[in-house]
């Protein structure tokens, strides 16, 4: 049974007092008008009608869902982390040790020499990053116009440097499923400001030729732009300062398991080589003799966000890193690495590319990926990403991640199995065990309603 | 084994499940003998060395975090400018932090994610009535991203030729920093028109308005704190040039102000975490509304009501062709994670609120400011405000004594506030420091004479 | 599906090491094993096999199941209440202090004199003022046998007199539901040490009679205990020591909604009339000149917690208290009161006695009140406390409490009736839309499987 | 109307959701004109005045309550003696406070509630791993109060004609004073053993056990934190005698101590709240263990496993005609409500820490107190431990100066022990305070010389 809209339960108009003028006020206001008890129960009820990670697997490809440790949450609900941004240097140095500390682990990870904590996402990173290219290549009075980035990669890239001003040079994959090393030496030129990849990549294979890469690129005098996505298969094993790559992002909501909160918030923190470090947006924390400092620099670039990101989400992040370590960081990539790699071998779905990390791209052969994934529903698991990258015929992106048990995914390859294994009608039909059955997608979009405004005109 | 327990520091990943009999029957079934050998990383680029972090336990963890905290000196605040604080009730606490909103990814299995998807729905809703505009997305970064995105949606959606954007001259510096940024790639500019007395110089907009307009913006409350009086008369001057007009504001002001969209209002933007998010060091929920033409044009998420196999109704994101995922290059947006958990506690708060705590709570903003600044303006050497506006949470203080240092004693005594210049300060309240009022009052008292 | 036991999951046996020679250690210990995200998972599945206050109306007679306002978990949770109960007085001001208050508050709403905090539970409230009442006796030189008692009493109110080495006296009750006085005076004795009473009684009516009850037992030297059991039908209009009772516990996980917690923990604190008040258990609060002390007194009775009681909710208890004030704390009962009565009328059930309060005996009929109130699972509610009190057959004992909406009301009527009038195949089925399908109870009795090592032996 | 919003004080319940309009409906179908028509109180008895209580605000009463705890002093507690601290891990509380655990009641309804029934389930499975008897019930409130049920369980389930209720000489006062409160009614008589070292004296108790002992109860570790080594012993002097043998001690505790059955034990009571509570003014959670063959005779609420109609394995309260609210005054016990949400906490710190963190943690409660002790006894002036027994978590120093004067000096150095006699302090470590150990050293050797 579904739950009624809290409007539909409760709704009141209201009036403006008399604190204003008449002139400055609207007429009136109806929105909900519920007391405690019923807003409990709505949300609570609503809360039963979502799937989480404690619900179960949640293996979608290059979103890396991993479990979010409660500690985490208990760390950033310290009251005394809740202070204002425009508070004195002085007056928050906890607030200021602790972004220092996340900055310095971070490029420590990355195998970068600095770090902005200020993209409040993985995408505003992408933004931040190639906005520093842009400011390099400008203070140089080099005047680059194209990103060159693999069909295979996130969506983001491609719009992210549409928004940045450039023209998107798309790379073909080779055979391989890795660059094509022809294909990028014949796309790079002058203009070309950078290149953005990740690595592993969407289907989870190392870029092998990565050093090649990388002097294909600095030659023609661009940058490396590494997309953190997938950094949770190098924990410790590799670094993208390591690799070549000049700027990178992380996604601190996948690596690092901060919540996701159903679509958001995330933190997109910005490593870049010392040489672009005067880019990276204003202000930095710096460790001074005199205490934590907020630092700034004349070539920055201006700013991803009205203050200074998303600051709950980073404090979970470094109290994450911290409380993995070394030894957990590793681990966490090894068993990531692992788990993808037993759940393919499991499942009788193929696998076109390999050797991969921690992530694959299963092929449902002749049925539709979409059915595939709505029939997994009915078996009681979150399926993988469908469809995409394009590069593989009806692409199942399978992520498990470090954090089920062998049990947990022999029982996510039983639901693939099944899932496969039913006929088409099933499938298409699928899910019917759901709160909701299939939902009309088509209708959503041809005759959009988007507010319950919108549903009162019916 | 590489079991962890909690109250240990853990040799491995205390969040991976893995006996070393696991580990071994699997590496066994993939037909290597350990982790090493599924790396498919060349030598000259492998990192053996290690990053020097040491793991600490669940104990430790929080007693070095709330140690590293405390560092922060205890003052209360009476901070604003863009970042504002009221009193998120507990049970806005213990509803969003349920795990299946906090640990539950975007909604692209609509089947099994309802729950999340109806509360954005009632959020969209919440700022379509708030608005008054029949578009809302269910949320972009912060105020600053999403009055970017307007600029740029302005750029799809208006034929004008212009390429000028304009801002007050007043705007947070911030905010025009991620404008600017924003605009850069489309080649528009960003352009100040000035203010008189804290809110805009209509005549002003009037003259710098022309055919090189695009976009123009107007903020109620203004970041010094002044109720904007005259916004239908810009809406006017920019829809008679063709340009869009976009308004910032946030749902509290919302709840009692002029409705955006009477006054004629294309777009709104603004923080929409002064529902929901507490002091935060500046994170934000950024509120998107927009007019119906320009939905195929919107950037970010949209849910839409529809019908499951069933007949019931149904909740789902949609419109997706806009988005990034699907469109890349040209998506309406980069935007992919948003705030959507942010969004969900700020629908909460607004509904522990309900119709009539909003509107009781705005008027709050509006009679706590004028009776703090009339406190203020009864101590020699200060005037308060020095603005002759209604003024909505916060407004600009006159000083005698150079505003640096009275700010600096005010820190002794316990108290945050602005400096905006070398003799004025500027003061926020709200719900969540009106208690300390009396005494903010009292430690001015001794500083500023 | 059900949730499979931990130790189904992942179960190991282990050695303890080497800190102790082994003639001190077991063998070996074999427990369930889980990491943290396996915990997570098995506890979230568990819940969502579980009813709440937050799921819907929870209407049990006799157990008041408010609404638990989660700032109260906020308020208690302060790391300044987690203090050790062996810590100097002087060190723990704040805790001594709210302890305090909470007294002066419980005092002040039972219209008693000196109230004692340390009952972890009401049938523990009912021990300490059993005792309390024992410890007067014994002290005059008085030693009574009996402890009288109406049938329609809460059992607890007879096993605690028994648990005190009294003989129980069962009085019935009059054909308007209420003491039968008549009954009362042939049994009241120079052996009466207390009579127990609820009011308003078990089934919501007020015991018009009180004050001629109290003489009663008062000239016979007898004193009166009043059960807090349905204090919340009550605040704000009528106190128990205006009433002449000289003991009284409170319930505060009913009246002042501390969360029951699935059977605990509660608290029972007990107030006493002066002149008992050196007979309640040590230590107890007192505010001087040099702040929060705890007292003892030399004719105390023996204590009934090892330490002081149940802190936390107690913690809680007083934050609602606080929170309600006067009018949220009258208008909790006007609003209680006045919904059961909104409730008996929208339902087809037959209510045998009134006028009542905050709670009324429907009666099922001809139905078995068990089967109906199975049968209302599968309209989404959960049923009221069924056959009892004995005085209404096929009795329906139901509470909603203050936080039902008029709707929300309005939907347990309709469950009531579709009960009501489904078959009595239908019922006796019932439920079937539940987690768990009718349970075999006689079953449960007879073959006892009380872990799970029980069920390794099947 | 009284709709009180949360940022409000509110005029009436804010927990009360009724508007206007719905109360004057939902009179007139009841058929009078106000609430206070409904009660049907005699004047003379009706309260008309006010309890003189505000109400607060949200924020007003954590303002408050948070100012009035913070004049506690922030004290590092080395303090133990029946109420102890592990460290509880975050999970725990995240799962625990879920809102269908904490508000939920009893489980009466059992098809709706097997989620907490289960966790129940699981909770008595491991007491019965832990003490290798058959038998657990699902709380009582405390350690004492289940001892107090143990020595009744005893006069109901034993032949023999004692009335003795035999413990050791050291036994908490404040247990040994709910033990007699609960004895009282049964007519019998609490007696006291002589102790040696921390530990009981067997030949002692070997002369004490005779023809009027109903009860012999033994503690380890003893409230001097010594792990008694004659169990077995005093095992066989009960059975011999047919007096029913009670051993009290803890979750942690019997990880890795000797299982009580092997010892002999009939019941086994104790403090499970070692698991799952922090530092809680002496809250508690009663273990109660025994042998199958009391189970008709056993105190509190027991779940057992069954099925359901589709055979399905659930579970159930069972064996409820023990209890009082069928039986009545012939029940086994007057518990109702009991602990069953700490109980669910403590299961969930036992999967937390699974079964290799359990025996981990109580292998350092013997380590850590070892080191300490040897560390204190280092220090001039000192002596650590005082008895010659292996311990667990505490011990008993011995001093030169008086013992008051050195707790004294510890509290102003930030530190809480015990003092137990003129020249007897008591120190309690786990793994909640180890972290500070070093820094007790250091006070003590300020303040020990």
Redesign the interface.
């Known amino acids: 049974e579904n739950e009624p809209l809290l409007t539909e339960k409760r709704s009141d108009t209201v009036e403006p007092g008399d604190a204003l003028p008449d002139d400055l006020t609207r007429d009136d206001l109806t929105l909900p008008n519920p007391e405690e008890p019923e807003v409990a129960r709505h949300y609570t009820r609503l809360s039963q009608m979502n799937w989480s990670i404690e619900s179960g697997p949640y293996p979608l490809g290059s979103c890396t869902m991993k479990y979010n440790p409660p500690v985490t949450e208990d760390v950033a609900a310290d009251p005394n982390a809740a202070v204002h941004p425009d508070r004195s240097a002085d007056s928050i140095q906890g607030t200021l040790g602790l972004l220092a500390g996340l900055q310095d682990y971070l490029a420590r990870i990355g195998g970068m020499d600095a770090v902005s904590l200020q993209p409040p996402a993985g995408a505003a990173g992408e933004f931040t990053g190639i906005a520093v290219a842009r400011a390099y290549h400008r203070a140089n009075g080099d005047d680059r116009s194209e990103v060159l980035i693999p069909s295979s990669a996130h969506g983001t890239n491609f719009a992210t440097a549409a928004l940045a001003g450039y023209d998107v040079v798309e790379l073909p994959s080779a055979e391989d499923g890795r660059v094509d090393m022809e294909a990028l030496e014949a796309a790079v030129s002058e203009d070309t400001a950078a290149l953005m990849l990740t690595n592993p990549n969407t289907v989870g294979l190392f870029e092998r030729d990565i050093e090649a890469v990388a002097d294909v690129v600095h030659d023609a005098g661009g940058l490396l732009y590494y997309d953190g996505a997938n950094l949770n298969a190098l924990l410790g094993r590799a670094r993208p300062g390591d690799m070549g790559f000049d700027i990178m992002h992380y996604n601190v909501h996948k690596t690092f398991a901060t919540p996701h909160g159903g679509g958001g918030p995330g933190a997109g923190p910005v490593g870049v080589v010392d040489e672009l470090a005067p880019y990276l947006p204003n202000p930095r924390v710096e460790e001074t003799d005199s205490g934590y400092e907020l630092v700034e620099s004349d070539e920055a670039i201006e700013n991803v966000h009205g203050f200074q990101g998303n600051w709950l989400v980073l404090v979970k992040a470094y109290a994450y890193i911290a409380r993995l370590g070394d030894a957990g960081l590793r681990d966490a990539s090894a068993k990531a690495v692992l788990n993808a790699n037993y759940l393919a071998e499991q499942i009788d779905l193929d696998v076109p590319y390999g050797p991969f990390h921690h992530e694959f791209a299963a092929t449902a052969g002749d049925a539709a990926a979409a059915d595939v994934a709505k029939r997994m529903l009915d078996f009681g698991v979150h399926p993988p990403t469908t469809n995409w990258p394009e590069m593989v015929p009806e692409a199942m992106l399978t992520e498990p991640t470090e954090i089920e048990s062998k049990q947990s995914l022999d029982d996510l390859a039983a639901a693939f199995d099944a899932a496969l294994g039913s006929s088409e009608e099933e499938r298409h039909e699928a899910p019917s065990r759901t709160t909701a059955k299939r939902i009309d997608q088509t209708t959503a979009a041809r005759d959009p309603r988007l507010s319950w405004q919108s549903l009162d005109e019916e | 084994m ?18 070393d009999a ?2 071994a ?3 066994d ?2 037909g ?1 003998d350990d ?2 050998a ?5 030598e ?4 053996d060395g ?7 336990s ?9 140690n ?8 209360t ?1 009476f ?1 604003g ?3 504002y ?3 998120v ?3 806005v ?24 998807l ?5 959020y ?3 700022l ?3 608005t008054g505009l ?3 997305n ?2 972009m ?5 999403a009055l970017g995105e307007a600029a ?1 949606l302005a750029e799809r959606v208006r034929s004008v030729d212009g390429d000028v954007v304009l801002v007050p001259d007043i705007l ?1 510096e ?2 025009r ?2 404008l ?3 605009v ?4 528009l500019r960003v352009e100040s028109y000035p203010t008189e007395g804290g809110t805009a110089d209509v005549d002003a907009i009037d003259d710098a308005v022309g055919e090189d307009t695009l976009f123009v913006y107007a903020e109620t409350p203004t970041v010094r704190g002044c ?1 904007e ?1 005259n916004l239908a008369e810009i809406g006017g001057i920019a829809d008679e040039s063709g340009a869009l007009f976009c308004l910032g504001s946030d749902p509290v002001a ?6 955006p969209a ?1 006054v004629g209002a294309d777009v709104v933007v603004g ?1 929409a975490g002064v529902l929901g998010l ?7 929920l950024g509120m998107f509304a927009c007019k119906e033409e320009f ?1 195929r044009q919107v950037p970010g ?10 007949g ?3 909740y ?1 994101l ?4 806009r ?9 309406t ?10 969004a ?1 506690r700020a629908a ?1 708060h ?15 903003c ?2 706590l400011a ?1 009776d703090l600044a009339s406190d203020l303006d009864d101590i020699t050497g200060l005037r308060a405000p020095v603005d002759d506006r ?1 003024h909505f949470r916060e407004f600009v203080v006159g000083t005698d004594q150079p505003a640096a240092a009275i700010a600096d004693d005010l ?1 002794e005594e316990g108290f ?1 506030v ?1 400096v905006i210049g070398d003799h004025r300060l500027q003061v926020c309240i709200t ?2 420091n009106a ?1 300390a009022a009396d005494d903010l009052v009292a430690a001015f008292e001794e500083v500023a004479a």
């Not at chain 2, 947006?333 to 942010?342: D, E, H, L, P």
Request: aromatic share 8%; net charge negative; glycine share 6%.
């Open positions: 590489s079991h962890g327990s909690p109250h240990q520091g853990g040799n491995g990943s205390p969040y991976a499940p893995h006996t696991e580990t029957a699997m590496l079934a993939v290597v982790e090493a599924l790396f498919d990383i060349p000259p680029v492998a990192f290690e990053f020097s972090i040491e793991p600490r669940e104990q430790e963890l929080r007693r070095e975090f709330s590293l905290l405390a560092e922060n000196d205890d003052l605040e901070l400018r863009g970042h604080e009221h009193y009730p507990s049970v606490d213990s509803l969003s932090q349920r795990s299946e909103f906090l640990t539950s990814y975007t909604q692209y299995q609509p089947e099994i994610t309802q729950g999340f109806q509360a954005l729905f009632e969209q809703s919440m379509v009535e708030l029949e578009i809302a269910c949320s970064y912060d105020a600053a991203t740029l947070r911030g905010k920093s991620v600017e940024n924003y850069d790639g489309a080649d109720i009086p919302l709840s009692i102000l002029e409705e009477s923080e507490p002091a935060a060091y500046g994170m934000g939905l998420r949209l849910v839409g009501a529809s019908e499951d196999a069933d019931t109704r149904a789902t949609t419109l997706q062709t988005e990034q995922h699907i469109r890349k290059q040209r998506a947006s980069n935007i992919c994670t948003n705030q959507a958990w942010v969900l909460m607004a509904a522990s609120l309900g119709a009539d705590g909003l509107v009781d709570l705005a008027e709050d509006v009679t004028r209604h820190e945050a602005h719900d969540a208690h």
